[in-house]
Nanobody
Framework: QVQLVESGGGLVQPGGSLRLSCDVS????????MGWFRQAPGKEREFVAA????????SYVESTKGRFTISRDNAKNTVYLQMNTLKPEDTAVYFC????????????????WGQGTQVTVSS
């Protein structure tokens, strides 16, 4: 049974930082591309960041470039999203996902999804 479990969300002030983690089990983690997506109230799910199965390539939505960093530890079956200089518009539920494609920013190519973790940026 494949499981993706996100953690690390919460309430943070504008300009603050959070680090999201996603622990993965039930699949061969090192062969899957991983991604982070987010969904704000009333909006469609949006791509945030992706990382290649071997960690060799990353991709980000333009609005997070220079502020967010995706990384993975294949020994721990975990993917991370370090979020710095957070803005109110970053408020959303953040989901991690796994794709059999080694690297993708297209949500439709992702095979497994976590339940999400809430990130709220507010003063």
């Amino acid at each position: 049974q494949v499981q993706l479990v996100e953690s690390g969300g919460g309430l943070v002030q504008p300009g603050g930082s959070l680090r999201l983690s996603c622990d993965v089990s039930g699949l061969t983690f090192s062969t899957y591309g991983m991604g982070w997506f987010r969904q704000a109230p009333g909006k469609e799910r949006e791509f945030v960041a992706a990382i290649r199965s071997n960690g060799g390539s990353t991709s980000y939505v333009e609005s997070t470039k220079g502020r967010f960093t995706i990384s993975r530890d294949n020994a721990k079956n975990t993917v991370y999203l370090q979020m710095n200089t957070l803005k109110p518009e970053d408020t959303a539920v953040y989901f991690c996902a796994a794709t059999r494609s080694s690297f993708s920013s297209n949500a439709r190519t992702y095979n497994y999804w976590g339940q999400g973790t809430q990130v709220t940026v507010s003063s």
